[in-house]
């Protein structure tokens, strides 16, 4: 009968893409695990890759310096931007989700620089909205500018009649408001805390510190099988709110619990490094080439592919003059847009052809 | 199973759209076809038996249980809604797509059960050759029914569809009229369909219920409705409901003199 010849055609075609999902998501792993540890092994300091693998497996096998510079300063700056990128790459993906856009991520909707204008409140008036908090002023101030920020965007995605249009418009409203505020800060500030204050707002892993990635992980280990019990109703928006809605879906709850979490991650995430704009836009638009837009696979190949970008960017920043670290921030824009273009492009024309 | 609507008012904030509406005994297997102008009440009173609106009085039951407030989740095991549809750019495959409908009330983990599910309804609609095709790609009939396939993949009692032919060309209108008739023989669910075309309800439905303003004006056969002097006083038009030589309902309408 015809019937059974077609329905086992679709379980196997099924099957068939459900295991290149997993294949893809497996290669991309692969060369995270690889840029990763060329990150690791690359610094002002030449050593041989053999070296740095002897010294990853067994800290002390050649001495206490390699120990400090492979365990204490590249690896808390490696391990940061595998997890930075993941939180930015996941908070974007869901960002364009619940807010049906693709344009959505934390740099687009403000977050970033309202960060910015919280570090700088503390670089220039050593103004804390939190009290005794000593060294982590500057990461903790930008933290609560960004939480606010979202809360913001939470508060108006309740308000009657705000579409996901709105959301972008209010997202660049709080860019700009947050900008200005940012340039009257650098217009009171002193030469040496400009300085400080441009250097924040690049984005820099040189702050990467072993507490920040407990508390980082710690949120992405919370946050992934959070996002993954929402897994079918987040599927369900990208058919559209309506029809999610009449399949069940409690959408404006949806929505808050999402953002809650989104909020958390993005804010984290800025804070650690700075402004690191892009990331939240280029890791969930590749992984959504990749392995189109069912949230199972969606998901954690977002955190995957923004975890490799940032990687790389790290590695990148390194590389280009020995010596120099190139603030990330600058190095996944120059070199970010121009790839993920032709991305664009290349994928625009083969789905023409 | 008989759905029965009782008493029902809704609407809007202090806007109310639906005033007391009454459709008594829809038994299984019935094809209930609802007309009426733009702004009738027709996606209001859809969207309030699917739990989207809440009523602010009235009953709704199926069989002897009152669904009325029913939580939105449950309600959907029972009744599935299919609103009017609008375009979708999201990357999914067309199986993907009614997997997922399926997947709202059911448990986390896609099994065999679930695909075979979403194969036979695919099959069932005739949709098999696009299980793999981008929904983003698909012409505005198909994408209409995938939209009808998200719909009966869930077996639901109640099936509620807001104009499912709009935008469709002839042949796309009677295929896929064709197949909820198909799919109310094999299942026998209730279906309730918002149309616009009288002729395609007289052909399709066996029972039409006429809304105007938030008010029943008329429920019974086709050939009963679609006599009276209130379609064309309804729909600001004159109307003859005449024969074809095949025996089918054709209602003539033209513009008042």
């Known amino acids: 009968m015809t019937t059974d010849?077609?329905?086992?055609?679709?379980?196997?075609?099924?099957f068939a893409q459900t295991t290149r999902r997993y294949l893809m998501i497996a290669a991309v792993f692969g060369l995270l695990a690889l840029s990763f540890f060329l990150d690791v092994a690359t610094g002002p300091g030449k050593y041989s890759l053999s070296t740095v693998l002897d010294?990853?497996?067994?800290?002390?096998?050649?001495?206490?310096?390699?120990?400090?510079?492979?365990?204490?300063?590249?690896?808390?700056?490696?391990?940061?931007?595998?997890?930075?990128?993941?939180?930015?790459?996941?908070?974007?993906?869901?960002?364009?989700?619940?807010?049906?856009?693709?344009?959505?991520?934390?740099?687009t909707l403000g977050v970033s620089a309202a960060a910015s204008f919280g570090a700088s409140l503390a670089i220039v008036l050593g103004v804390s909205v939190i009290p005794a908090v000593g060294p982590l002023l500057v990461t903790i101030n930008a933290f609560v500018f960004a939480m606010l920020t979202c809360g913001f965007i939470l508060f108006a995605t309740r308000l009657k009649?705000?579409?996901?249009?709105?959301?972008?418009?209010?997202?660049?409203?709080?860019?700009?408001?947050?900008?200005?505020?940012?340039?009257?800060?650098?217009?009171?500030?002193?030469?040496?805390?400009?300085a400080r204050i441009v250097f924040w707002m690049m984005g820099s892993l040189s702050r990467a510190s072993w507490e920040k990635i407990s508390l980082g992980a710690l949120l992405l280990a919370l946050a992934i099988p959070f996002s993954l019990l929402r897994t079918w109703p987040m599927t369900a928006l990208r058919m559209g709110e309506a029809t999610a809605e009449s399949m069940g879906v409690d959408v404006g709850r949806l929505r808050v619990e999402m953002l809650v979490c989104i909020s958390l991650l993005a804010a984290t995430a800025v804070s650690f490094v700075g402004t690191v704009g892009f990331v939240g836009l280029v890791g969930p638009h590749i992984a959504r080439l990749l392995v189109g837009e069912d949230q199972r696979y969606f998901v954690p190949l977002s955190a995957i592919v923004g975890a490799l970008v940032l990687s790389l960017t790290s590695l990148i920043s390194k590389s280009i003059t020995p010596g120099i670290i190139y603030p990330i921030g600058i190095i996944t824009s120059l070199i970010g847009v121009p790839v993920f273009i032709s991305i664009i492009l290349s994928t625009r024309r083969e789905k023409l052809s | 199973?008989?759905?029965?609507?009782?008493?029902?008012?809704?609407?809007?904030?202090?806007?109310?759209?639906?005033?007391?509406?009454?459709?008594?005994?829809?038994?299984?297997?019935?094809f209930v076809g609802l007309i009426g102008p733009n702004a009738a009440g027709k996606s209001t009173l859809f969207k309030t038996l699917a739990g989207l609106v809440p009523p602010t009085s009235g009953s709704i039951q199926i069989g002897t249980e009152d669904i009325t407030h029913m939580r939105r989740k449950d309600r959907a095991r029972r009744i599935a809604y299919m609103p009017?549809?609008?375009?979708?750019?999201?990357?999914?495959?067309?199986?993907?797509?009614?997997?997922?409908?399926?997947?709202?009330?059911?448990?986390?983990?896609?099994?065999?059960?679930?695909?075979?599910?979403?194969?036979?309804?695919?099959?069932?609609?005739?949709?098999?050759?696009?299980?793999?095709?981008g929904i983003s790609d698909l012409s505005g009939g198909q994408a209409q029914?995938?939209?009808?396939?998200?719909?009966?993949?869930?077996?639901?009692?109640?099936?509620?569809?807001?104009?499912?032919?709009?935008?469709?060309?002839?042949?796309?209108?009677?295929?896929?009229?064709?197949?909820?008739?198909?799919?109310?023989?094999r299942k026998k669910p209730v279906i309730m369909a918002a149309l616009h075309d009288l002729n395609l309800a007289a052909k399709f439905c066996d029972r039409l219920v006429l809304l105007r303003e938030g008010v029943i004006l008329a429920d019974g056969a086709p050939d009963h409705i679609l006599a009276l002097p209130d379609i064309g006083e309804t729909y600001r038009v004159e109307t003859d409901l005449e024969r074809t030589k095949r025996g089918a309902l054709y209602v003539d309408a033209r513009l008042p003199a």
């Open chain 2, 1 to 30: 199973m008989t759905l029965s609507i009782s008493n029902l008012k809704a609407g809007y904030g202090k806007k109310q759209v639906l005033h007391d509406i009454s459709v008594p005994n829809i038994t299984e297997g019935t």
């Open chain 2, 145 to 185: 029914m995938v939209a009808v396939a998200q719909t009966i993949v869930r077996a639901p009692e109640v099936i509620l569809l807001d104009e499912p032919t709009s935008a469709l060309d002839l042949h796309h209108q009677l295929s896929i009229m064709t197949s909820i008739r198909n799919e109310m023989d």
């Open chain 1, 161 to 194: 009649g705000v579409g996901s249009e709105t959301m972008i418009l209010f997202g660049i409203a709080i860019f700009f408001t947050f900008s200005a505020l940012l340039a009257l800060m650098q217009y009171m500030a002193s030469e040496d805390q400009i």
């Open chain 1, 55 to 107: 010294v990853f497996i067994d800290p002390l096998s050649h001495g206490v310096r390699l120990k400090v510079i492979v365990w204490d300063y590249r690896l808390p700056v490696a391990i940061t931007a595998v997890l930075v990128g993941a939180l930015l790459a996941v908070a974007g993906a869901q960002m364009q989700t619940i807010l049906n856009n693709p344009l959505a991520e934390p740099f």
């Open chain 1, 5 to 14: 010849v077609n329905v086992t055609q679709m379980r196997q075609a099924y």
């Open chain 2, 84 to 133: 009017q549809a609008f375009g979708c750019n999201a990357l999914l495959t067309v199986f993907e797509s009614v997997l997922l409908a399926l997947k709202q009330t059911t448990g986390w983990r896609v099994n065999d059960e679930n695909l075979d599910r979403v194969s036979d309804t695919l099959n069932a609609l005739g949709l098999s050759h696009l299980a793999s095709r």
